[in-house]
């Protein structure tokens, strides 16, 4: 039924139409969301970062700005320059920002449509541009596009990374495609193979994840092209079929990826994270499912931005769920293999979905559980399904699936549109996420920061919304994996409230930084509420603060790098409220040994100049000037160079 309507569709108009009216029904079921504001690290990630707010296109500002990154081991330059682009022309507006992911995601829509065609053709052994690879191409266009899975990674701004990655590596797999789908000659592969090498290199600098298209390539050689010519002949190398090397291939990938896993679980330290290598590899197995619940059968209730909540694994039976699923993930990966031959979709389906989790989701101590990880890892499952449901042979019973598919289809676009309404302002998004996820302390806590900032718009109900606040931000304490979040605001919202300050609660967030794991995001935290004591908005007496910005550096789990950064806060701690600069040189040094960057070396510069001691000055800014080999920091050290010379001019006139 549904075949035939499609049919006759693309037998009356071109495909591309449909493929258009796709487009606009995506973009109306996301354009709630678009009017949403920055979550989650959106805030510390592009709008605190001052190198992408640039105001010309001059070299050196989008320079500094394509370097600004300091997420991954790249810093995703790309990412980074196209937000740097969007506040260039919008602001930093978060309608344009979430416009702009929309209009990438529309775009990758239509890449998935060209590579979906050239693989059904391949595998329906039909050169031509059939009217059935045509209507399949465009559903599973249509079912990726409305997916609500994919929603993070549209109306989460800042994973944007995630989606231009996709964006170029799905553009490198097209051009593959389109160039395995003629004739191989070296005349027609010199410009198919520069285009797939840039696309990849453009899809790894907006994000690291951009490698694993190297492998779905592979991957699509061997379970759709499966190493034949254009004839369909396999080809040959010295004797050996191209088939046999690709398999000789996977098997030596394995054992590559067990040996370079040897030394994470060989020594599985915790980290700055609350689990140690193994029971991340055993959580990621239950976690495999939770996402496979979401492909096939996403409800609003399991969606959110926050899943820290998500149970870990301590061994193999602890949840016993891990044994199952570990069994379940070795059961499906041999019945795939046994079904290769006669069903070779099913292996491509579970292959695809296994490779685009490799980097995110095996042994490198990430997060254990975020939906933009499944941006691209849903695609292989969506073009099996298609294909298989039309090629059912149940004639009496067709009509009824495509029925049932159809309305699968429209309730997948029914549940982005309500997610995307739900993300369409701060308090209903907040609102649901925690009564979705009680036990989330990130969801508790946003909750309270939304009854703070309530606080302030609406001062005649402040004691209501402090109350309610303390409540949420009590539940983010009690919560399954409690972040520090919540204790910071609770000194923020007692100095704002002008009560006294909880000795047990300063007293509780310094052993937290002592001693439980120093999540990353305690820097922002430390960073914030130094901030808040400088300008005399928090009242924590000042020798309690000291001992709050300094509990880290007994932090087993704090790297040289945070360590770093808790001296650099200590050294603008004492500058700003003590005017010690003696003390404020100690700590930069301080921070210098543990890491020797460019800001320390400003920092120390700027305590210099205000000492009178022009010749340091000067002589930090040349190491930081040195150090800057990017010159993502040039506007800052030539500010500083300015501030030298004004400083050293005012202290001769005198």
């Not at 449909?18 to 979550?39: H, R």
């Not at 994919?150 to 989460?156: F, I, M």
């Not at 389109?178 to 193979?193: A, C, G, M, Y």
């Not at 390539?217 to 050996?240: H, M, N, Q, T």
């Amino acid at each position: 039924m549904l075949g035939t309507f499609l049919n006759q569709i693309t037998k009356k108009t071109k495909p591309l139409y449909v493929l258009f009216l796709i487009l606009i029904i995506t973009f109306l079921a996301y354009s709630p969301g678009l009017s949403g504001d920055y979550v989650f690290d959106d805030i510390a990630n592009i709008v605190e970062n001052s190198k992408i707010a640039i105001t010309s296109l001059d070299y050196m500002s989008l320079k500094a700005a394509f370097w600004s990154g300091d997420a991954g081991p790249l810093g995703r330059p790309i990412s980074m320059l196209s937000f740097a682009l969007n506040h260039y022309f919008t602001g930093f507006a978060p309608y344009f920002f979430k416009l702009t992911n929309l209009i990438i995601h529309l775009m990758n829509g239509v890449v998935l449509y060209f590579i979906s065609l050239k693989l059904f053709e391949n595998i329906s052994f039909n050169r031509g541009a059939s009217k059935k690879s045509q209507y399949l191409a465009l559903i599973v266009s249509a079912i990726w596009l409305i997916h609500p899975l994919n929603l993070t990674s549209v109306l989460y701004v800042v994973q944007r990374m995630t989606s231009l990655s996709t964006f170029f590596g799905l553009l490198a797999l097209l051009i593959y495609c389109n160039w395995r789908s003629k004739p191989l000659k070296l005349s027609n592969s010199i410009v198919p193979f520069v285009g797939i090498f840039l696309a990849l290199c453009c899809s790894v600098f907006s994000k690291e994840s951009g490698l694993l298209f190297i492998g779905l390539i592979y991957w699509v050689e061997l379970c759709i092209f499966k190493a034949s010519d254009f004839e369909r002949k396999p080809i040959v190398f010295f004797g050996i079929k191209l088939s046999y090397i690709l398999w000789l291939g996977i098997v030596f990938t394995i054992l590559g990826l067990v040996y370079i896993s040897l030394p994470f679980v060989g020594n599985p330290s915790l980290g700055n994270r609350d689990f140690n290598t193994i029971e991340r590899l055993y959580s990621e197995s239950r976690v495999i499912f939770y996402y496979l619940k979401m492909i096939f059968f996403p409800l609003l209730s399991d969606l959110s931005l926050y899943h820290d909540d998500f149970e870990i694994s301590k061994n193999i039976t602890t949840p016993i769920t891990t044994l199952y699923s570990i069994v379940g993930i070795f059961f499906i990966s041999i019945f795939s293999l046994f079904l290769f031959k006669k069903l070779p979709l099913v292996l491509f389906s579970w292959g695809w979905f296994v490779i685009s989790h490799l980097m995110e989701s095996t042994f490198i101590s990430l997060e254990l559980m975020h939906e933009h990880r499944n941006y691209f890892a849903s695609i292989g499952f969506i073009i099996a399904g298609v294909y298989g449901l039309s090629e059912c042979k149940f004639n009496r019973v067709r009509s009824l699936i495509y029925i049932v598919c159809a309305i699968y289809i429209l309730n997948l676009a029914f549940t982005t549109w309500q997610r995307a309404v739900i993300w369409s302002n701060l308090v209903d998004h907040a609102a649901f996420e925690v009564t979705m996820h009680p036990s989330s302390d990130r969801a508790n806590y946003q909750m309270a920061r939304i009854y703070l900032k309530l606080m302030e718009k609406e001062p005649e109900r402040k004691v209501y919304y402090a109350d309610q606040a303390i409540k949420y931000l009590i539940q983010a304490h009690e919560s399954y994996r409690p972040a520090n979040g919540s204790w910071f605001a609770q000194l923020h919202l007692a100095s704002y409230l002008d009560n006294p300050i909880s000795e047990g609660i300063i007293q509780q967030l310094i052993y937290n930084l002592k001693n439980h794991p120093f999540y990353n995001s305690n820097i922002g935290f430390l960073s914030a509420f130094t901030q808040c004591q400088i300008q005399q908005n928090c009242n924590v007496p000042h020798d309690q603060a000291i001992l709050i910005i300094v509990a880290g550096l007994s932090n087993p789990t704090a790297s040289s790098d945070v360590k770093a950064e808790i001296y650099k806060l200590l050294a603008q701690y004492f500058v700003s409220v003590a005017a010690d600069y003696t003390k404020g040189e100690e700590f930069i040094l301080d921070a210098l040994k543990n890491k020797n960057d460019v800001s320390g070396n400003l920092l120390l510069a700027q305590i210099y100049r205000m000492k009178g001691n022009y010749t340091f000055a000067r002589k930090y800014v040349q190491i930081a000037k040195e150090l800057d080999v990017r010159q993502s920091w040039y506007k800052e050290i030539s500010i500083e160079n300015r501030n030298i010379e004004h400083a050293e001019l005012l202290g001769n006139q005198k």
